[in-house]
């Protein structure tokens, strides 16, 4: 399987594309019920909402269960899936690679307790040679506004911003003169159980908290392009794996 000529024309010039029901309900499921016991046990390694605030309390929120590949098959088999490779192959041109440093991640937004991921650019703390990374985002139920869908500022990939347009945690100001007009054009697509989004790394993006009563529960990896590798003992220069 692989992109017709215009959703592989959407992803390069909004970067981001949306693929409907690209994973059968029964897969989700399994993947699922794995993530849940993991969350209810708040194994580590783990990112809280507490550390992602900066809140100095006892109280821990699971945001993200980090380092998935390592936890369990049924989450190395989503991130290897054979079905999605030649499309990621597609889009970069080139032989995908498993990056595990960043993301590998499953994400949640819990009801009531979660807060808003501010306007940001995931390539902020990762070093590569350029920018040829794309994430694969896994709706494992519905999501939608009010149980924080991620939103996505078009073309945003292609803008090159100053350093006054984020904060000192390279959060995009939502406030800031420059960005309010741009933060204005920002697209959604609710999302079912399966839906997958592919979105550049450079590609603008947020989520506001969850005001429902059920968790929201996701599955998100990245993948580089063989060819852009990572810098030299940092962060990125990790654990990989060929999806060829």
Known sequence: MTLDENQLKEFHENGFLVLKKFVNEVFCDAILEKAKEHLLKKQA????????????????????????????????????????????????????????AHHNSIMTKLPKESTRTYWHQDRRYWNFENNDLVSVWLALGDENLKNGLLEFI?????????????????????????????????????????????????????????????????????????????????RSDFKEVILD
């Open 45 to 100: 390694p783990i990112e809280s909402e507490q550390e992602y605030m900066n809140l100095d309390e006892n109280n821990i929120t699971v945001r993200r269960l980090r380092q998935v590949y390592d936890r369990e098959e049924v989450f190395r088999s989503w991130m290897t899936n054979e079905k999605i490779r030649p499309i990621l192959k597609q889009i970069l041109n080139d032989t995908p690679v498993l990056t595990l």
């Open 154 to 234: 078009p073309a945003s990939h292609k803008i090159t911003f100053e350093k006054e347009q984020f904060d000192e945690k390279s959060n995009f100001l939502d406030k800031h003169p420059k960005n309010i007009e741009l933060i204005k054009t920002r697209n959604h697509t609710n999302l079912e159980k399966g839906d997958v989004v592919l979105f550049h790394c450079k590609t603008l993006h947020h989520a506001n908290k969850n005001t429902t009563d059920t968790p929201k529960i996701s599955f998100v990896y990245t993948v580089r392009a063989a060819s852009n590798k990572p810098t030299n003992n940092t």
